[in-house]
């Protein structure tokens, strides 16, 4: 079965320290992968995305994050959190099937929290 | 939340009424998707449309229905069969139908249902 798991329910750090949220995939075929930050009562906004080539994707905001393809893993980074950096971190995945069943369809994982303290 | 509109942004229903979750974007995407999300479980693909007049279910169509006359709208009807239907739902939109897979999506305020 196709999947995405954020292991952490809530991650914790101070304000200026570095920052990482966990994501690992379980697809066939090549992925897309995504990542999404949700401040509360409102909508995804997209970050960053990983579709092929360098395995280090630079997005919105100071993220990053690192494509590990024998780890299956994408984890979300920032070399210097913020207050503001608090709130819930989607990863998702769309699986690179080719053919008539191509629907764009996200995989999500169930979110991370983020807490960034002053 | 871009150039996606949902209304409204809380929603109150009765038992045994259906109720209509508005999805508008001007974005001129052709796909749009319509999201279920509940605390700690992510988000969950009820329905989703690649062009005007065609849509297929997702994950947890069952007590959902769409329609999809215009391109650039794309309402939710939750019926009286959907047996647990409070929760925040999320409409997206995403470009043409040959970047599917890799184009991000856009996603909407969200509207927040409550069955009383």
């Known amino acids: 079965a196709q999947s995405v798991a954020q292991p952490e329910d809530q991650v914790n750090v101070a304000e200026g320290n570095p920052l990482t949220v966990k994501c690992t995939y379980s697809?066939?075929?090549?992925?897309?992968l995504f990542w999404y930050v949700q401040y509360p009562n409102r909508g995804l906004q997209f970050l960053l995305k990983?579709?092929?080539?360098?395995?280090l994707v630079k997005g919105s905001y100071g993220f990053e994050a690192e494509f590990n393809k024998s780890q299956t893993s994408f984890h979300l980074k920032k070399p210097s959190a913020l207050v503001s950096d608090s709130a819930l971190y989607f990863c998702?995945?769309?699986?690179?099937?080719?053919?008539?069943?191509?629907?764009?369809?996200?995989?999500f994982g169930q979110g991370t929290t983020l807490q960034v303290k002053p | 939340d871009g150039g996606i509109t949902q209304s409204p942004k809380y929603l109150f229903r009765k038992e045994g009424q259906n109720v209509t979750l508005s999805c508008e974007q001007n974005?001129?995407?052709?796909?749009m998707y319509w999201y279920r999300q509940d605390p700690g479980q992510g988000l969950r693909l009820i329905y989703y449309?690649?062009?005007?007049?065609?849509?297929q279910k997702g994950d947890i169509a069952e007590g959902y229905s769409v329609s999809r006359e215009k391109k650039e709208s794309f309402p939710l009807t939750v019926t009286s069969a959907q047996k647990n239907p409070t929760a925040f739902y999320l409409c997206?939109?995403?470009?043409?139908?040959?970047?599917?897979?890799?184009?991000?999506?856009?996603f909407g305020p969200g509207t927040r249902l409550t069955v009383l």
């Open positions: 997206a939109s995403s470009p043409g139908l040959a970047g599917v897979l890799y184009n991000e999506q856009f």
């Open positions: 697809v066939s075929g090549n992925p897309y």
């Open positions: 990983y579709i092929t080539g360098d395995n």
């Open positions: 998702a995945v769309s699986p690179s099937v080719h053919g008539s069943g191509n629907t764009g369809k996200l995989i």
């Open positions: 974005l001129n995407h052709d796909a």
């Open positions: 449309s690649q062009i005007v007049n065609d849509f």
